[in-house]
């Protein structure tokens, strides 16, 4: 399977070539996503038929998903030898079984995909909040070969672009400093020509005064001024106060890391000041750092507003095909999900039919239902694969790598 290799790399570097450097406000962003989805006619309790792909093999199993705005999602995947897997998405916790067992270790296949229904931008920016997303966080990057915009993820964030000039901002500068001035002088018990005719004399005489925003008068009243603001010691606790003399400056002689010195004057290094290397041993192979997951966002095309790919807490992606119509639904013909250390799955559309919304479908007693197939629901071994002609896997294998 191709990987999406322009994704990769946009994770990890931030896109510097935007001009300007300016992304719209949060709201604005979940507003126009969320009448994308209207304008898809997706904002309602879908039902899909799928064809699961994991890793080179094209078809492992098919698949019957459920989902609706709500955040509730339900997926039965059939595969060789009777063997039904079924996954639920119920109160942001997905919960498996396999022919009626429950799985205590299972695959990642219910991606939030209800973020792609969600009808209005308020109801988005609460979905993606419970999925640990920053809604207030926006940045650019590079998907593919189009640029999107990235809800959540720190790393990516461009700055809010600053609010325009106020027109007439000299005159405004004018009437605050003389409002100041007035304020000082009433303060101080002269009117304001008295005290103009005083400020000028200083000036005259060369005397050094104060700016005018520090002429207004601090404190209750009658003027009086607060007291200091508490220097950076002062603001201490006790308890910490050695610590901070222990950080100033060392005197004349003293050797710069604070550490002892020893007989031939060199600065003696304890042993936690000492670097950890592999082995404990001097010249060893320093260990390696780990690198980091991607935080959680949501990536959206920056000129359609359709969302294009998901970011987990747990570090798994949804990555979203491009666009098809199915009996009127627009929607992504497949999503790719991977795995940290696991091969990636990808969910193959093959129909989409908008269906009833029947909140007890969601209820937990479907997990253990009995299995009822027909001879066309399920794909024997050694059985080529209805759409690709290709012999089914084991399914044990299939479903856990």
């Known amino acids: 399977m191709k990987r999406l290799a322009g994704w990769g790399s946009a994770l990890l570097v931030v896109w510097a070539t935007a001009a300007p450097a300016t992304v719209p406000s ?3 962003i979940a507003s126009a996503v969320a009448s994308e989805n209207a304008a898809a006619d997706r904002t309602q309790p879908l039902r899909f038929e799928l064809r699961v792909q994991i890793g080179d093999r094209p078809s492992v199993a098919s698949g019957t998903l459920f989902t609706d705005p709500s955040g509730r999602a339900r997926l039965e995947l059939r595969g060789a030898n009777g063997l039904v897997e079924r996954h639920l998405l119920r109160g942001g916790e997905v919960f498996a079984t396999r022919n009626g067992e429950p799985l205590e270790e299972h695959r990642f296949f219910l991606p939030p995909l209800y973020v792609l229904q969600v009808e209005s931008g308020s109801a988005l920016r609460r979905s993606l909040e419970e999925l ?11 998907c593919d070969e189009e640029d999107c915009l990235v809800v959540g993820d720190p790393a990516l ?11 007439g901002l000299e005159l405004y500068d004018a009437v605050r400093a003389l409002a100041a001035e007035q304020e000082a002088a009433e303060a101080a018990g002269f009117s304001i020509e008295e005290w103009q005719e005083m400020t000028a004399a200083l000036e005259a005489e060369g005397v050094e005064i104060r700016s005018i925003v520090d002429l207004a008068p601090r404190g209750g009243e009658g003027g009086s001024e607060a007291p200091p603001a508490p220097s950076g ?4 606790p006790e308890n910490e106060l050695a610590g901070a003399a222990r950080a100033e400056s060392p005197g ?25 290397v592999r082995g404990g041993e001097p010249g060893a192979e320093e260990l390696e750092e780990p690198v980091p997951l991607a935080s959680p ?5 920056r000129k359609s507003y359709g969302i294009r790919g998901l970011d ?3 570090g798994v992606r949804t990555r979203l095909g491009p666009e098809a119509v199915y009996d009127g639904v627009r929607f992504p013909g497949w999503v790719e999900i991977q ?5 990636a799955v990808r969910l193959h559309v093959l129909a989409i039919s908008p269906v009833l919304d029947e909140p007890e479908m969601y209820g937990p007693a479907w997990l253990l239902e009995p299995q009822n197939l027909g001879a066309s629901d399920s794909v024997s071994p050694g059985e080529p694969d209805r759409q690709t002609g290709e012999d089914s896997p084991d399914p044990d294998k299939a479903f856990t790598n």
């Open 26 to 28: 949060p709201e604005r």
């Open 233 to 236: 010691l002062d603001s201490l």
């Open 157 to 167: 964030e461009i700055p809010r672009r600053a609010p325009p000039e106020i027109q």
């Open 252 to 276: 004349e002689g003293e050797p710069l890391s604070g550490a002892p010195e020893t007989e031939t004057g060199e600065v003696a290094v304890s042993a936690a000041e000492t670097p950890v």
């Open 312 to 314: 987990a807490a747990g």
């Open 297 to 301: 966002g949501l990536w959206i095309d």
């Open 339 to 343: 795995e940290p250390g696991r091969e």
């Open 132 to 142: 640990q997303i920053g809604v207030d966080t926006v940045g650019l990057s590079q």
